[in-house]
Structure formats: C-alpha cells, structure tokens
C-alpha cells in the first residue's frame, strides 16, 4: 500500500471535540510551535545555587549606570536584591523596640513567649533580637539574640518564636531556663509579611456595588493582600512598593547591605503618598507615579486617585505652581487594577476598561485619555510587552493592544477560562519570551491554590500552546531580563518556603542535570473515510530532528493510540522508540481512527518534529 503523509496544523486546538478537530494537535506539554512545527522547549538552570525565602512574585532587573546588575526580588514574606550570587535582605523595618522585650520559656518546650508592649507584627513577620542575656539553661543569649520569624501573635504584646540555634537547629528549654533576657533587650521589625493565597472580602470588593461610602476602602491594607510588590528603578536606585502598602527606597550610594525605608523618611520628602496599589517611574520625564493613592491629608486609598511627583523627583509629592507634582481621579470603573509602561504612554487597567496616561508637559502634566471600554486586568500581573505591543489577559480572554485594544482569537480559550481558579486569579501572571516570539500566562487550575498550568501564544504565528508546571517547572514570576542573555524566573518550592530559586530560561534542554517531560499528540484521524471501514496501520517513517544530540541512542517516542468511536477512551496500539538512525519501524495498529503522541524525557537533547508518514491499508467492516 502506498505511504500517506500526515502534516498537522500548527498549534493546539481544544475548541471543539478531539474528533472534530482532525488534522491538527490536541493535547501537549512543554511544547512550542515555531514556523508551523512543534518542538520541545528550551531548558532552564538556577541563575545562583543561593535560595530566597518566601514566594516570589515580582522579579525587577535592572543595570545601574556603573554597570553593576541587580534583580529585585519581592517575596510574600521578603524584598531582596540580587547581587551576583547573594541575596541581600533588604526588606524595610516598621518599628524599632528599645529595652522593651522580655522572654518567658517552659521546660521541654521550644516554644518562646515574646512580650513586647503593642508589636503591631502578624504571625510570620520576622523581628531581630538583641541585647538579650542567656535564660539560665540552654536558651543562651546566642539563641536569642537573631532574626526570627513569628510562629504566632497570641495578644497585642505577646507573640511565639521556636528557639534555635545558630544553624538553625531546634533548641529545646530546660527547668534552668526561668529567666526573662534581661532588661536590655532590643527587637527591630521588619514591615509585616502579606499573604500567599489571595483571600476575597478584603478591601475592594468587599461588598455589593454601592455599599458603604463612595471611596471607602473596607480593611484594604497590605497585610490581608496577597502580597504582589510593584518594582522601579528611580535611577540608580529602587522604588519599591506591597500592593496597598507604603512607597520604599533602597539607595544604592548606601551599599547592598542597607536596608529599603520609607521614601517619606528621605531628606525633602514633602507628602510622599502613605499606600498605594502599585508605584512606576516614567521613563522619559521621572516622575515617580503611585496608581491607587491616598490624597493629601488623608491615609485611606482612593482606588481611583493617580498621584505623580515632581519631574526628577522621588520625594517632592506636593504640587505647586513652580513644580510638577499633582494628581488626578479617573472617571472610569471602581478601582485600578494594574498599570504598565509602554511606548511613549502608560496603560492603567481599572476594573471597567483601559486609560492612557502620556506627558505632556505643563499646565496638564499628563493627559488621560479612554482607549477601551469592557477589557480590564484578570490580576495586576498578567499584561507584558512583547513585538512592540503589550498583550494581557482578562476574564473573558486574551488581548493584544497597539493603540486599540483587540481580543485575540484563541483556540485554547474555553480550557484555559473553564479550568482557571477564579478565586486564585490575581496569582496569574504574564511574560515575554521574544526571543521565541512568545508571549506566556501562568495560571492555577481546578482546584489548585497554586500556578500549575500556563498557555502559550506564538504572536507572529498566532498559534497556542498549553501546559503544566511539573518536573520543577513552577514558576510565580517571570521577567525578559533585557539586561541578560535569558528570561528569569523565579521557582515555588512547595514543601518549603525557604528554597526557592531564580532561574535563567531557554538553558540546554533539562532542569539543570535533571530530565524533564515533554509531549505532543495529536486529534483523532480516520484511517479510512469517515471511519468507514478499520484500518491496519502496517509502517511508519518518522521525521524528527535532534538538536545538540549527544549520542545515537537518544531517543523521542511515538506512540500510537487508537479508538472506533470518538467516546471510546483512546488505548495504546504501539509505541516506537525512534533514533537519530531510525528508518522505518513495522507496526501492527488497527482502529478506526487513531491518534498519534510523540514525547521524550530528557535532560541534555531536544527535538523538532518534521512531517509524519503511515503505511495503512483496509482492514475489513464490523
């Protein structure tokens, strides 16, 4: 019987059934498409062996103007700068206790009662002791005196530290331990951690349409957010922000061992904004822009108030008739949700539609400008710009934007939006990847507190791709890295908070040394028209291309899979372990229609698929 060459569509289509959609792929799994063929994706490695602590969900790169990098890291529970291998802790103090702090310990118990008058932490906030004397047994002023996280606030003076020793080691009191630390005893507080699940009924939102007072915020603080960081660099130099939280500083001429503080607390600070929901430098006139401010006089958001320093100022917030500082309330939606920085303007998403903030120079400053009405963010994270244009998603799909906004037409949007944890969605994020020409949401799923999943969009192809977070492949943020060779991304370690990792993407073909698993797989075909007849599928040619492969027996799968009819679950027919030196393989397949997955597991090899060729001939009626 002659060969019959099988060429599928380019991209994955989940819009219909798996049998309306023959001739093209159907399911797949760190697979991309590039110039219409699929193949596995590139690998990543650790950007340092160093681990952070916390969930990171905002990486900033930037380089200063001595060349020296930085990235910016942002955690639920801490705010980094990444400086060659070390994580500097640079997570800004709230308050400062002075001979205020006193200990009480049980024998047998790890447990330390901490009282310290009106703390102000929350359970996971991390204070630094000092000047503390030993407890009289094993709780020694070196156990005592050293950063600790909170296990537990137990009262407005009280709170829970596990004692330990200096590498980290669980110490346990003894009936010697009576004392209190002394009278000595000092406790600085970090600002209080956020939260790592997105929690409804807190701030915005927390009641029906017209609740409350116009402009009332409900208990919209930083602490009962989940902790998103808005990152910029103001210069040489770091603007920093926790969404609903203050505005920071991290001053480079102070060295990497110095902490961010509050962009108040700088010399000329006049009216710095109290909170915000997310904080930007503009690039071409620096001004420091805080979106979802609090006005002048006031500590309560205004969710809707746009509120800009003096031009080339991070500290002067207060407008004059000699200076550029100012504000101004948008008119549409109830609240920002997220802004980003494009070309010649910024875009602000409000829940109701898309504004257009550009310079203009004085009296105005800015002008403000609708350019869409209905699209808005699914989370503060999940637009990018990527090919000149910034592409976002929002509850009802995806977009393109280029001075209009345009709904992309997607082949994957009823599995993405059906499967996606609305109640997680402020943890979606997006990403640019161009040297790939892709643009890649990461998104929870199902029931999934967590991002699991992530589709892929082909922008100069426009074909989508879909796909899961396993084989350490969960990512919380992401950044093109301009100022490197690679993206980064930043990894959740789900059995612990205290290591995870940066990595660089698009690195070999593995995990580091380790394998990952990627496939593809087809739509059913009918082996015979309209599935009249059953088919016996008798030989294959394979055509794939190993990139960088290491030796002949490297190996990508095909399998054949087959059903009768579309409802039947599909079985496994044959599967063929194709070589760079493979020719043809004999099979023995028979169904009515079948399916066709080509996959592999490896950590030093990938692969590009090429046109597929079956040998089949009729195999009788039933």
Known sequence: MPLAKYVFK??????????????????????????????????????TNSSFIGTCRKLFPYKATSGESFVIVGTHQKLYNLNGDVYYDITPIRATTTNGITFAATNGSSTITATDSSHGAVTGDFVTISGAVSLGGLVTAEVLNQEYQIDLVTGTNTYTITAKDTTGSTVTANASDSGNGGSGVDGVYQINTGLDVYVRGTGWGINTWGAGTFGSAGDLTSVNQLRLWSIDNFGDDTIVSPRAGGLFFWDKTDGLTTRAVALSSESGASDVPTACL??????????????????????????????????????????????QAGGVQLSQGSTIVGALRTRQEILIWTDAGIMSMRFVGEPFIFSFTEVAEGPSLISPNAATNANGRVYFMDRSGFHVYSGTSQRLPCTVLDYVLSDLNQDQAYKVFAGANEGVNEVIWFYPSGTSMEVDKYVLFNYLENTWSIGTTTDNFVRTAWSEASIYENPIAASKNNSSVNTNYVYNHEIGHGDGSDAFTAFIESSDFDLAPDGERFTFISKLIPDVEFRDQQSTSDTVTFTIKGRDYPLQDLSTLQTINVTPNSTFENTRARSRQAAMRISNSSSDYGWRLGDLRLEIRPDGKR
């Open 278 to 323: 997310q904080v930007m430098t503009s690039d071409v006139d620096k001004h420091v822009i805080a979106f979802g401010s609090n006005p002048i006089g006031s500590s309560a958001i205004d969710p809707l108030l746009v509120r800009f320093s003096d031009r080339e100022s991070a500290v002067d917030w207060t407008p004059t008739a000699t200076n």
């Open 10 to 47: 380019p991209g994955i289509d989940k819009e219909g059934t798996n049998y309306s959609n023959e001739g093209g792929w159907f399911d797949a799994d760190k697979v991309r498409f590039r110039k219409g063929r699929p193949e596995r994706i590139g690998g990543w490695s650790k950007f």
